[in-house]
């Protein structure tokens, strides 16, 4: 891999890569991503601790003990091949750090093109749950971020892309995203847009009056229809001959996602950049396909200013 940082850098991809299965899937989807946008890619590898060692939080070294050195060498040999089947070896650079994952990666974003990561890893770049690492990265990150769950699948790129749609504050950025990824890989773009009565459960119905409850059903409903259509206009302006699909089912957003991410080679959802307290937690649409979804999750940030967590 190339390591001289020293000349300009075209727009890049950063991948956090620690050797395990999910980190190495989210390497090849990042490789695959770099090489559709002809950009660079940053592998950002993580070197274990020696015994004793210990990093505070909020900091990131740049070399440290290691242990045993060979290990490294062989990360970084395995990080180098699974590059190669997509980019040539000028196109990719290697970072090596230790301590803070979360604050090395999300710094990484500041000048990121699009973050990847995995949802399983040895702890460095990846957790057996989300809500370590992925989770941390996708709420604090300055660019887009997918999270790549499971291994890579070339069918994958023959699936639609899926942009949820929030009808109360849709996010344009989430749907350009979309669009641009769907036009790559030559595929329908679905626009999801769920909606449901605030008391969908029957208890609830039960004290609401029939006329009152069709009435919030069909505002609801005419919100997210809308709601939709805008995307899709949108979603035209990036790609004019994109095939776009509208669904607007009367479900929970979350689970309707979920589901859909069944048929889908991509999910993608907005998030809001609000202030730091707002921002402590991932939105629980978010936070619930991240955990549940059965394809790559893309994660794309507002306009707004992100909370700031640095090396």
């Known amino acids: 891999m190339n390591a001289d940082r020293s000349t300009?850098?075209?727009?890049?991809?950063?991948v956090g890569f620690d050797g395990s299965a999910g980190a190495s899937a989210a390497l090849e989807w990042a490789a695959g991503a770099a090489a559709d946008r002809r950009c660079d890619l940053e592998v950002v590898t993580a070197l274990p601790l020696?015994?004793?060692?210990?990093?505070?939080?909020?900091?990131?070294?740049?070399v440290v003990p290691a242990r045993p050195r060979h290990r490294t060498d062989a990360r970084v040999e395995d990080a180098r091949q699974l590059a190669a089947k997509y980019l040539p070896d000028d196109a990719v650079t290697l970072t090596e750090v230790a301590g803070a994952a979360v604050a090395t990666l999300v710094h990484a974003s500041e000048e990121a093109r699009l973050l990847v990561v995995g949802n399983r890893g040895h702890g460095a770049f990846g957790s057996v749950v989300l809500g370590s690492v992925s989770a941390s990265v996708a709420r604090h990150a300055y660019c887009p971020v997918t999270v790549v769950r499971g291994a890579v699948d070339e069918p994958d790129r023959r699936r639609p892309v899926t942009v949820g749609v929030d009808y109360l504050q849709p996010s344009g950025a989430a749907v350009r995203f979309a669009a641009d990824q769907a036009a790559r890989w030559g595929v329908p773009l679905r626009v999801v847009s769920a909606w449901a009565l605030l008391n969908q459960g029957a208890a609830g119905l039960a004290h609401q009056p029939p006329g009152e409850t069709n009435e919030w059903a069909l505002t609801r409903f005419g919100m997210a229809r809308g709601a939709?259509?805008?995307?899709?206009?949108?979603?035209?302006?990036?790609?004019?001959?994109?095939v776009v699909e509208i669904v607007t089912p009367e479900a929970p957003a979350a689970p309707t996602l979920e589901e859909d991410s069944r048929r889908s080679g991509l999910v993608v959802l907005g998030s809001r950049r609000l202030g730091p307290l707002e921002r402590m937690v991932l939105g629980s649409v978010s936070r619930a396909v991240l955990n549940h979804a059965s394809c790559p999750v893309t994660v794309v940030p507002g306009t707004g200013v992100p909370s700031p967590v640095r090396p």
């Open 50 to 62: 020696a015994d004793g060692w210990s990093v505070p939080i909020g900091l990131a070294l740049a």
């Open 228 to 242: 939709a259509l805008d995307a899709a206009g949108l979603a035209r302006q990036v790609a004019h001959d994109l």
């Open 8 to 14: 300009p850098r075209r727009s890049r991809i950063v």
